[in-house]
């Protein structure tokens, strides 16, 4: 299995996730839930590519 693969995950979390996050009543560091969702996703995109990035042996070439 690709270690790509992993960038569908943000993908799958950011549409599909919406749809069971959109609420707004829990208060979750000041903002309302679908935009701290949102924001959390945008964050742990960055993780994950990150991961990718580390563990793609297209960037080893170097080391």
Known sequence: MSIRWLTM???LGIFVGVIFANRVTPIVLG??????????WVV????????????????????
């Open 44 to 63: 742990l995109t960055s993780v994950c590519l990150a991961i990718v990035y580390k563990l793609d042996p297209a960037n080893r070439e170097g080391e």
């Open 9 to 11: 995950v943000p993908l």
């Open 31 to 40: 903002m309302p839930f679908l935009f701290f969702y949102i924001v959390l």
